[in-house]
């Protein structure tokens, strides 16, 4: 007989140890959530569905909204057809080189937004530095083509492309190859399995990360802000960062029911994404064999020369272009050997004192945020899986609403949260905590999946036979649990402190003088036109993200499998 | 070393009962082997004496103390009972040495290093582990895993070993060589052991008494021996050896002896049942004899090696299952005379 599920075993340290840290989580994460969703219900004193019903009728709110629908659509589909093409050619072929394939087309995933539309506009338009070096530059005067919906869609959905590619190769490994290889020896020819066994069982995870896609390019921030605004074309993040800086917290209540918007169509897009996850593992129960590996032959070479020229289009080509303007003594001249100059990385990393400020502000915070959230998430994690209790679970499902958000809904849910101490006068809005905070909120996730798929695929009997032989708890969660989840721990902190180095939407709104992050800094460089600084600030970040990812690819090997999020 | 004592003992997981009303006492120093199918509740019973689950009903004693009462609400948690535990996936903590693994026990306890070192090194030697004490537990056989997770459960002295399926994962020539690991160790510390296994074989080869179990009960415990001959339920006959059971009609006891009708005829049986309703029919009380007055047909011959195993329909239309030095073809008709069968009322 063998134990499918991990029997609860309860002993009342654990318990009470399990209390403890759950309610801390729970408070982090899902206390500013919840008092957003009270403020929207409730805004103007008592239910007051009237105000909703005021707010959403608001022209200004519909076109925002139908922005937004179309913009993260559109977005999603030009993420599927690049994410699907590479997921299929590089999960399914012989192609050569995937790991470094992979590697390259999950840069534009970890590059933040902002940058991404910083960079694409380096190379387009009137101004293009790298077009003008060329001497393909558009004359003056011409629009610069990314300030529109169009462009909006096209970054989105390079953006995103990552999401799309991870969740379908995932599911294509998951076909085993005797799968169709049964369908071959039953006469099944060509296309039609294609058709009929591989699409049909991939399908769910298209799906799923279709879902998660849509969901991500809603509430992304950094794109429509830097593209849209100088077009006048509002999403509802934007329309929430334009009110808010606008008006302040008078419209608080206004803004939280635009919050609720678009986190109601988030849960939906969540839920959606859950439902197919669920029918995939359905599916799939047991698939042991060998994976699909499909020799492409002569077309091998011409295949890969396409995909790496695809990298070169959404990757080298845009950091070319930040790279270029941010050599150049002012913005608009062309890059040659006599102009190049090294006075904006100069003025920006060394002058500006914001910049500095940001360097350290951004710093403290992701750090501290990875190691706090590091010493809260391994004994939740394992404790979750030992006990499975039903505020457990309830937290387990719920844990991913504030990574899943928009981060200005969140920002909006800590301001409401925040602005008033209970029982107190005294507010943590203005201050570096509250963006602290937030980045606990929001990062708990991407810390704790990491190290609760590391903690699931640990043998229960190897905490069991601790327990055997006498080991108290403190024994056992330092000298059996902690040394045996470490490397996932440590890969899920990179992750947390990369992601919070990188952040813009949560701070946008929480910062003010003396508490900027990296991401304000940059969208305020570029923002009052100084492109050539914000470009440099920008390649900074790129270069320290391209190096957390390579020590975390080098080190991949003795991680256990599922934690770094671009290998399976 | 200590005897374990269970009382009215049952484990639900929700709705579904996996232990229901289990009574027994396993002796100081015996070797009791739990057997069962699939799902019979003999791991969640492990579990329970372990401290890794708590009884939703009865009682556990280890000795003269109580370490579960579903009542009292009273439950000592596995690190304060002082047993020892082999898993099937052995367990090995893959970050330590095996020299590690084996002291992890004397670390918890706080043993003064020269009486750990000492202790390691006895249990090291007893499961012939010395030269791979430096070894981490990956660069082990599965063997050599299963001697390590012995050794760790041996260096603490526990009062009780309870051994989880411990050689389902390894191949059929180290089973064997394992189950002497395993008698060995028995017959040398005479510690009281407790050993879940689905293969009847190694229950038979090692234990002193095995526990039936079937649908999260206790069907009957009793020895090898005993189990084989008396069954005392159809689960029993047919779970246990070769065989097949068959009803019988109309037993007449007269002194000790006593004869009954099945399979068309009257024929003595052995039995302690004032009225046995089944029969249990070993293919060793079955002989072949042309002049046999029961006839059977010969359904399927499988051969064994040296001998074949006779599918038979009787002319009752009962199933048969006999032994034979020649292949008989599928359909022949043959003869069969029968030695006394075990007889006993269906539970």
Not at chain 1, 184 to 208: H, K, N
Not at chain 1, 484 to 507: D, K, W
Not at chain 2, 252 to 275: F, I, M, N, W, Y
Request: contains cysteine; proline residues 6%.
């Amino acid at each position: 007989m063998t134990r499918a599920i991990a029997y609860p075993s309860s002993s009342r340290s654990e318990g009470r140890l399990l209390t403890l840290v759950l309610g801390l989580a729970i408070l982090v994460t899902l206390a500013p959530v919840a008092r957003l969703f009270h403020e929207g219900l409730t805004a103007g004193g008592g239910l007051n569905p009237g105000f909703l019903a005021e707010v959403l009728a608001k022209p200004a709110t519909r076109s925002a909204l139908w922005h937004s629908l179309v913009t993260a659509g559109l977005g999603t589909l030009i993420s599927v057809l690049i994410g699907g093409v590479f997921a299929f050619l590089v999960a399914l072929t012989d192609l050569r080189r995937k790991a470094a394939l992979v590697f390259c087309l999950m840069i534009p995933m970890m590059i933040p937004p902002q940058i991404t539309a910083l960079s694409w506009t380096q190379v387009m338009g009137p101004s293009s530095v790298f077009l003008k070096t060329l001497g393909l530059a558009p004359p003056l005067g011409a629009p610069q083509p990314l300030y529109s919906p169009g462009g909006i869609i096209l970054l989105l959905g390079i953006q995103h492309t990552s999401i799309i590619f991870l969740t379908l190769r995932a599911g294509l490994r998951a076909i085993p190859q005797d799968a169709v290889e049964a369908a071959r020896i039953s006469g099944a020819r060509g296309l039609r399995i294609w058709w009929q066994v591989v699409l049909p069982l991939t399908l769910p995870s298209l799906l799923g990360g279709i879902a998660i896609t849509f969901v991500t390019a809603l509430g992304n921030f950094g794109i429509p802000a830097m593209l849209g605004i100088p077009a006048g074309y509002a999403t509802l993040p934007t329309l929430i960062y334009q009110r808010l800086a606008g008006l302040g917290t008078a419209v608080l209540a206004e803004v939280a029911v635009l919050a609720m918007l678009i986190g109601a169509v988030a849960i939906a897009g969540i839920l959606l994404q859950r439902f197919f996850h669920r029918r995939q593992r359905l599916h799939l129960t047991g698939a042991g064999g060998r994976a699909l590996m499909i020799p492409l032959g002569r077309a091998r070479l011409p295949v890969e020369i396409a995909l790496w020229l695809m990298i070169a289009a959404i990757l080298v080509l845009p950091m070319a272009g930040l790279l270029a303007t941010s050599l150049v003594p002012a913005y608009g001249v062309p890059l040659r050997l006599d102009t190049l100059s090294l006075d904006g990385w100069h003025e920006a990393l060394f002058r500006q004192p914001a910049t500095r400020r940001a360097f350290v502000n951004s710093f403290l915070l992701s750090a501290g945020a990875a190691a706090l959230l590091m010493a809260l998430c391994l004994p939740l994690a394992w404790l979750m899986e030992r006990h499975k209790t039903r505020a457990g679970q309830l937290f387990d499902s719920l844990l991913d609403l504030p990574y899943a958000l928009p981060g200005v809904v969140l920002a909006i849910a800590m301001i409401l949260l925040l602005i008033n101490l209970p029982f107190t006068e005294a507010t943590l809005y203005g201050t570096i905590w509250i963006i602290f905070l937030a980045y606990l909120a929001r990062f708990l996730a991407v810390m704790f999946r990491p190290v609760q798929s590391s903690l699931r695929q640990l043998d229960p009997a190897m905490d069991e036979a601790a327990r055997a032989v006498g080991a108290p708890l403190w024994r056992r969660l330092r000298d059996i649990i902690l040394p045996l989840s470490a490397p996932a721990a440590a890969a899920g902190a990179i992750l947390v402190f990369l992601t919070a180095f990188n952040e813009l939407t949560v701070s946008a709104l929480l910062w003010s003088s003396g508490t900027e992050t990296l991401g304000v800094v940059i969208f305020n460089l570029d923002d009052s036109g100084e492109t050539v600084m914000a470009s440099a600030v920008a390649m900074t970040i790129v270069l320290v993200v391209m190096f957390l990812m390579a020590v975390i690819q080098l080190t991949s090997r003795h991680l256990p499998k599922g934690v770094v999020p671009w290998q399976s | 070393m200590a005897e374990l004592t269970l009382t009215g003992l049952a484990k639900h997981f929700g709705k579904t009962a996996a232990l229901q009303s289990v009574s027994t006492t396993v002796e100081n120093g015996e070797f009791l082997a739990l057997l069962g199918p699939s799902g019979c509740g003999k791991s969640t019973l492990l579990r329970l004496l372990a401290g890794f689950e708590q009884p939703s009903e009865g009682s556990i004693h280890i000795g003269a103390q109580e370490v579960a009462n579903a009542a009292t609400g009273r439950h000592a948690a596995p690190e304060d009972r002082n047993i020892g535990f082999v898993f099937q996936s052995y367990a090995l903590w893959p970050h330590m040495t095996v020299r590690r693994n084996v002291g992890y026990p004397l670390e918890i306890r706080k043993l003064p290093r020269a009486e750990r070192e000492a202790r390691i090194d006895a249990a090291l030697a007893a499961t012939a582990l010395q030269p791979y004490a430096d070894r981490m537990p990956s660069d082990l056989s599965g063997g050599q895993r299963q001697r390590v997770a012995l050794a760790r459960c041996l260096v603490s002295d526990p009062t009780a070993v309870l051994l989880d399926e411990p050689l389902a994962n390894l191949d059929v020539a180290l089973r064997a060589s394992m189950q002497e690991v395993f008698c060995d160790f028995h017959q040398r510390t005479g510690a009281t052991m407790v050993y879940v296994t689905h293969d009847q074989a190694e229950a038979m080869a090692m234990a002193d008494r095995i526990a039936v179990m079937n649908e999260g009960r206790i069907v009957q415990l009793d020895t090898p021996e005993a189990l084989y001959a008396r069954p005392r339920s159809r689960f029993v006959a047919e779970f246990i050896g070769d065989g097949t059971v068959v009803p019988l009609s109309g037993p007449q006891h007269s002194g000790t002896s006593c004869e009954a009708s099945l399979l068309g005829t009257r024929l003595p049986v052995k039995t302690d049942s004032p009225s046995p309703t089944l029969a249990c029919l070993r293919p060793e009380n079955l002989a072949i004899a042309e002049t046999g007055d029961i006839r059977a047909q010969v359904a399927r011959a499988t051969y064994l090696g040296g001998r074949y195993r006779l599918d038979l329909v009787a002319t009752t239309g009962d199933a048969l299952v006999a032994q034979s030095l020649t292949r008989y073809a599928p359909g022949s008709q043959i003869g069969l005379t029968l030695t006394p069968p075990w007889a006993f009322a269906a539970a």
